[in-house]
């Protein structure tokens, strides 16, 4: 099927690249006029912060929105000359649609809402909608009266998630393709053929960012969704294209015509990149079994993506190269200019033979490394970073400060108790639990118990002494609910529900934490099945799932060291220390899985083939790693600094996937597939491909790299069947 695509594909070149063109101006218009509605909605049924959620929101209606603080610091926030401005001000965020109540800090139900000190302030904002659903311009607008009050001796900032921003893609991106040019000049040597790798991913992340924005208004989908989806467009396009170019280039140079050649490409580095992105794919859509709402978009967007960089490889890639034909050698950089077929008498095949005569000092050594890279993750803390970790220049950041200066670490992120009153309304019940909670550890202050409209519910507010992200706040929310609400509600009919921000961000964490193992053990036992069909090795397989597990835990452990240990963070700017968003490693996970797969069956299929075709184990070893060694580390490293390039932006969870992504690619580029797999393969000999009779009768054959002799026979009659059409 691969070589009939391709064959059409490259007669019908003009009529493919047209085509292409059109989708692209398609998507990216329909896009621009429906806009992106990127949100961050944690809602997750079952779960305690939704049952509060969903009680406020029938109770409790001026509350069923999400809030946020309007944060004042002065000399005297008491001063006549401020309290006049600040509550002009507070008069005007009012009138502002989307806004359902202000509590001014000079008002008799604001009275704790000024510090003791008597130089911070803060007053509440309540909205109509949960911050996924706030209009832009709501926002906007809020922001832009506040700059205006500003004054000299008057600090005015805003906190809550609503006034977040998501840091631009298009400079670190831009760093990260410039950097992929200079390397596949060096790889090829050749101008046209660097240029075919940048024009794939282009094309694909063109069109994957389009339908991104347009999924937006159907799932909801975080605001640095196009980020994630950019960083990973362009890595895996180059990178397939990369592959699809390198083997059209060695049929050139082994005497093919440019049609079969081309052909041959598709046919065998085609498989292996379809193989690659649709494992991406499958792993990614794995995230939807954690029923949580945002990371569905986030998952579908960075899906989307892949799935359309790796139909351009195998559809575009080969219309371009009709074009070009014999002409991708023209333009040669003097003295870079390389063949792809001297193997033997490069680097690769010496450093294959050092590794061959010493494996047992290089398999001990790269098992080294990694686990004391891995080391950290044991201490992972999954959870959502606060406002602590903003940049320091945004208003966010600037208002979580002022709040923890003035009340605590614990104020820019209350719970919020909704309770269920029983028909009788229970006061005592309340009562107790209003004192029982403020007497616990770790609570600052508890507000009066304020009963809705109809009497059947109650919403009180609890500040933690701790800030939102830290482990003291998840361990007093566990204890509110397993041990002090239930204990105070003894013998009552009155339900209590533990809710807001930073507890469903609490709920969310638990919920990825209790089924990460078994995401990972559904994804390492796809691998194994795969490469168990694909390879008719039972070793292989295994050896690829514990080197999977050891390249990926060697990731986490430098996330961990980095973003929660907080040690070597001032290199790449990070703004501060906390847990790791909680659906981070599975993301991570499921992308490295699927790269590293990528690399996995480059090099093994073709040392397999070197392997049936001399019975020589060492001798294919080498052969393959050699014939294969300088295109994976040249993909290695343009995914590594294009991940790389996302850790210069300002958004921490785009830095922690820049930096997550790009050393996990160089753990398993370089320690993994250049040192231990080498290595074990020299160690287990023949046993490599030992594959029980009773097991290669029950196993289906998966043909994914399909290179050999007959396939090139095959591909050069191709070129001879008709004349190709223009």
């Known amino acids: 099927m691969l070589r009939s695509l391709a064959l059409w594909c490259y007669r019908r070149r003009r009529t493919v690249l047209a085509t292409w063109l059109v989708v692209l101006v398609a998507f990216v218009v329909v896009s621009k006029a429906v806009g992106g509605q990127y949100s961050q909605s944690l809602r997750l049924p079952g779960t305690e912060s939704q049952k509060a959620s969903d009680l406020l929101d029938a109770d409790f209606p001026s509350r069923s929105g999400d809030s946020g603080q309007l944060v004042v610091a002065a000399a005297d926030v008491r001063a006549a000359a401020v309290q006049t401005r600040v509550t002009t001000l507070l008069g005007q965020i009012a009138d502002v649609s989307g806004v359902a109540d202000v509590v001014s800090p000079y008002s008799d139900s604001g009275a704790r809402q000024i510090a003791s000190g008597g130089t911070v302030a803060y007053a509440t904002i309540d909205f109509t909608l949960s911050t996924e659903d706030?209009?832009?311009?709501?926002?906007?607008?809020?922001?832009?009266?506040?700059?205006?009050?500003?004054?000299?001796?008057?600090?005015?900032?805003?906190?809550?998630?609503?006034?977040?921003?998501?840091?631009?893609p298009g400079g670190t991106a831009a760093i990260g393709l410039l950097a992929a040019i200079v390397i596949l000049l060096l790889t090829f040597g050749s101008v046209l053929a660097m240029g075919l790798p940048i024009l794939i991913a282009l094309f694909g992340i063109g069109t994957g960012l389009s339908l991104v924005a347009v999924l937006s208004h159907v799932l909801s989908t975080p605001d640095f969704t196009t980020e994630l989806a950019s960083m990973i467009g362009i890595g895996v396009g180059i990178d397939y294209a990369l592959f699809i170019v390198t083997r059209y280039r060695q049929g050139l140079h082994d005497g093919l015509e440019p049609e079969a050649a081309t052909v041959l490409a598709i046919d065998t580095a085609g498989r292996a990149v379809l193989f690659a992105g649709i494992t991406v794919v499958i792993s990614l859509f794995g995230l939807f079994l954690m029923g949580v709402e945002f990371?569905?978009?986030?998952?579908?967007?960075?899906?989307?993506?892949?799935?359309?960089?790796?139909?351009?490889?195998?559809?575009?890639?080969?219309?371009?190269?009709?074009?070009?034909?014999?002409s991708?050698?023209?333009?040669?950089?003097?003295?870079?200019?390389?063949?792809?077929?001297?193997?033997?008498?490069?680097?690769?095949?010496?450093?294959?033979?050092?590794?061959?005569?010493?494996?047992?000092?290089?398999?001990?050594?790269?098992?080294?490394?990694?686990?004391v890279l891995a080391i950290p993750l044991f201490g992972m803390h999954l959870g959502f970073s606060d406002a602590?970790?903003?940049?320091?220049?945004?208003?966010?950041?600037?208002?979580?400060?002022?709040?923890?200066?003035?009340?605590?670490?614990?104020?820019?992120?209350?719970?919020?108790?909704?309770?269920?009153?029983?028909?009788?309304?229970?006061?005592?019940?309340?009562?107790?639990?209003?004192?029982?909670?403020?007497h616990t550890p770790g609570v600052v202050s508890v507000s009066p118990a304020q009963i809705s409209p109809s009497g059947t519910a109650a919403v009180i507010e609890v500040i933690p002494s701790s800030s939102p992200q830290s482990l003291k706040t998840v361990s007093l929310i566990h204890n509110l609910r397993k041990h002090v609400i239930p204990a105070a509600l003894a013998n009552s009919q009155t339900k209590v529900y533990v809710g807001g921000f930073t507890a469903s961000g609490v709920d969310v964490s638990d919920r990825f934490s209790s089924r990460l193992?078994?995401?990972?053990?559904?994804?390492?036992?796809?691998?194994?099945?795969?490469?168990?069909?694909?390879?008719?090795?039972?070793?292989?397989?295994?050896?690829?799932?514990?080197?999977?597990?050891?390249?990926?835990?060697?990731?986490?452990?430098?996330?961990?060291?980095?973003?929660?240990?907080?040690h070597f963070g001032s290199i790449i700017g990070s703004n501060g220390t906390g847990p790791i968003a909680p659906f981070i490693p599975m993301m991570l996970f499921a992308i490295v899985f699927g790269l590293s797969m990528d690399y996995e069956v480059f090099l093994l299929s073709r040392i397999r083939e070197e392997y049936d075709r001399t019975g020589d184990n060492a001798l294919a070893v080498a052969d393959g790693l050699a014939a294969t060694a300088r295109v994976i580390t040249a993909a290695a490293l343009i995914m590594i600094t294009v991940f790389a390039s996302f850790i210069l932006g300002d958004d921490q969870i785009v830095k922690l996937f820049g930096l997550g992504l790009s050393f996990a690619i160089f753990i398993d580029a370089s320690v993994v597939r250049m040192v231990l797999v080498p290595a074990t393969m020299e160690l287990l000999g023949a046993a490599n491909w030992w594959f029980p009779k009773?097991?290669?009768?029950?196993?289906?054959?998966?043909?994914?790299?399909?290179?050999?002799?007959?396939?090139?026979e095959a591909a050069a009659l191709l070129s001879k069947q008709e004349a190709p059409l223009t």
């Open 134 to 168: 706030i209009h832009q311009a709501t926002t906007d607008r809020i922001v832009s009266l506040a700059e205006h009050a500003r004054a000299p001796g008057l600090r005015v900032e805003l906190g809550g998630n609503m006034f977040g921003s998501g840091g631009a």
């Open 295 to 326: 990371v569905r978009g986030l998952a579908a967007g960075a899906s989307v993506t892949v799935a359309l960089v790796m139909v351009a490889s195998v559809t575009l890639l080969p219309a371009v190269l009709g074009f070009c034909g014999r």
């Open 328 to 371: 991708i050698d023209r333009l040669a950089v003097p003295g870079l200019h390389r063949r792809e077929n001297a193997h033997r008498a490069s680097i690769w095949f010496r450093w294959s033979r050092v590794v061959q005569r010493r494996p047992w000092v290089a398999a001990i050594g790269a098992l080294a490394v990694l686990v």
């Open 388 to 438: 602590g970790n903003d940049p320091k220049s945004t208003t966010t950041r600037q208002a979580y400060d002022l709040l923890a200066r003035g009340f605590g670490a614990g104020s820019s992120g209350p719970l919020v108790l909704a309770a269920q009153l029983s028909p009788k309304g229970d006061a005592a019940a309340l009562s107790r639990v209003v004192d029982d909670v403020s």
């Open 517 to 566: 193992a078994l995401f990972i053990g559904a994804v390492l036992s796809l691998s194994f099945l795969l490469l168990l069909a694909v390879f008719r090795s039972l070793l292989v397989p295994v050896k690829a799932v514990v080197m999977n597990l050891l390249s990926i835990g060697a990731a986490y452990g430098v996330v961990v060291t980095v973003f929660q240990n907080g």
């Open 694 to 712: 009773w097991l290669d009768r029950i196993v289906p054959r998966l043909h994914v790299e399909a290179a050999s002799d007959v396939d090139a």
